[in-house]
Structure formats: C-alpha cells, structure tokens
C-alpha cells in the first residue's frame, strides 16, 4: 500500500475539449483529480450565456502516485504528462492551493496566459481577500497585475489588484 507521502500532483495534457470527460473519468477509477473552473460570460450574435469552462484549456491535475502513473495514460483522450526536464512535472501542493484560492474569489477575474511576462517588482497583496498574498507586478494591457507564476507548466496566472492594495516586497 502506498503512503500519502509518495504522492504528487501532476498536470496531463488531454485532447481539446475533453476536459471535463477526463476529469470524469478519472474521479470513475477513483483517481484524484482538480480541473479548475471559471464561469466566463459567452456571447454569440443572438445570445448571452454563463458557462462553466477550464481555466487552463487542455490540462487537467491528477493526484497520484507512481503506482498510477501508466493508469491515467490510459484513461480516453488523456494524451500525455508535462515534461520538464525530460521527467513528468510535479506541480507543488501549494501552486494547486493557490488556482483553489483564486477560483473562491468570484469577484476577481483570473486570466491564464503563456506569453513571456517581462519581469518586474515583487509586491505583497496588503488588503482584500488575497491578504498576504506575494507576486510579480507587472504592466498587461495598460493594467497593473499581479502575476504568480506556475514554473512546470510555463503558464503565468493574473488576477486584477487595485494599486493602493499592494506593498513592495522586502523578504
């Protein structure tokens, strides 16, 4: 039997819009997974609808140990693990806590993004739900943001702080 201890978060890559198949899928043979969900508001040229979609398009986090490994590979429409390194990434428990975090704050948008981010100051977030929270600020889009990044999987998570919340970082 297998400890806690020799599990690890991993994020999958899957085939386009098969996520919430996979996730599925892989709750039915009793693996643990996270597919992180936003409701985003669609608009088509007749309608409006609130919809529920992932927030990192193709990828869905499994719990697992290496027991596992070659099981989850084998659940429909999984396509592979991320690599980094030439290993599959293991994504820490607190990068996974933190989208958990975020996605409860349905007040603040969250964007995922894959462009490489010019690197700026370290500020702390000094007031608001996100209290404590310590990340890279950087100018998007004329806004300033907040950006923590997520290294395995080269992916940077924005979320809208008011300037007058944040602090420069000194650790």
Do not use: C
């Not at 890559?13 to 969900?37: G, T």
């Not at 990828?59 to 099981?71: A, G, N």
């Amino acid at each position: 039997m297998d400890k806690k201890n020799d599990y690890n978060w991993y994020a999958i890559r899957v085939k386009s819009r098969s996520e919430k198949k996979v996730f599925v899928d892989l709750q039915e043979q009793n693996i643990e997974a996270y597919l992180p969900i936003q409701r985003q508001l669609r608009i088509w040229s007749d309608r409006k609808k609130w919809i529920e979609a992932p927030l990192i398009s193709g990828y869905v986090f499994v719990y697992i140990s290496r027991k596992e490994y070659d099981l989850v590979l084998r659940i429909p429409n999984v396509v592979n693990y991320i690599y980094f390194e030439g290993k599959a990434a293991i994504i820490r428990k607190s990068d996974i806590e933190l989208i958990k975090r975020m996605l409860g704050q349905a007040e603040l948008p969250i964007e995922i993004t894959n462009e490489q981010l010019v690197a700026g100051q370290m500020v702390e977030i000094v007031s608001g739900p996100l209290l404590g929270l310590i990340g890279e600020l950087i100018e998007f889009k004329g806004k300033d943001r907040v950006a923590i990044r997520i290294p395995p999987l080269g992916y940077t998570v924005l979320i809208d702080s008011l300037k007058k919340n944040l602090k420069v970082y000194h650790p």
